[in-house]
């Protein structure tokens, strides 16, 4: 049974410094905080029960955005509505907001002495976005269909100069005409 279920409130401090204590010790960020975010709130401080909980995390994976934002946005919901919301995603993002700063005044700082490690950082950093894209390319691009639509997107994109969000848009516009396309075609089969 969780603390809730015995009408007991959980305080706009305690959200925020739950969620501020695993943005600020957790390495690694995104899914490695997921675990350490249901122990505090449904194993160790019980304000959830751990099937809720679960519940809360399948639909933060289904959001936009940061795993561990959506899932510190939803806990903060479930227990407080909209200032639960405000102070968890506050504490989610206090510390690492504060280590970015910290890091951008550094770069900013020591720019030219950093320089080369940076330079040396770009083919590396360049190889693992290419192996992104082959691997997300694999399991992507399936059809004759799909590699049209991919073709104009880039080609809207870097020949054309649009921006990149009215093309996203208009890629899930067509996607959801396709969609319903192909379910009419279907039913018409049927």
Do not use: C
Request: proline fraction near 5%; charged fraction near 15%.
């Amino acid at each position: 049974m969780s603390r809730l279920e015995n009408n007991e409130k959980v305080s706009l401090w305690k959200l925020f410094s739950i969620t501020a204590k695993i943005g600020g010790v957790t390495i690694g960020g995104g899914y490695a905080m997921v675990p350490i975010i249901r122990e505090e709130f449904a194993i160790k401080h019980k304000f959830l029960r751990p099937e809720e909980f679960d519940s809360l995390l399948v639909i933060a994976q289904s959001m936009p955005g940061p795993i561990a934002v959506n899932t510190s946005t939803l806990v903060g919901y479930k227990l407080r509505k909209i200032p639960g919301v405000i102070a968890a995603v506050a504490g989610a993002i206090f510390f690492p907001t504060i280590i970015i700063l910290a890091v951008a005044i550094v770069l900013g700082r020591f720019y030219n002495f950093l320089k080369p490690f940076l330079n040396g950082m770009k083919i590396p950093l360049l190889a693992i976005i290419v192996v992104s894209v082959l691997k997300l390319w694999k399991s992507s691009v399936r059809s004759l269909e799909d590699l049209v639509v991919f073709i104009v997107a880039f080609s809207t994109v870097t020949v054309l100069k649009f921006n990149p969000v009215y093309v996203i848009l208009l890629a899930i516009l067509y996607g959801i005409i396709r969609f319903f396309v192909n379910k009419t075609t279907e039913g018409d089969l049927d």
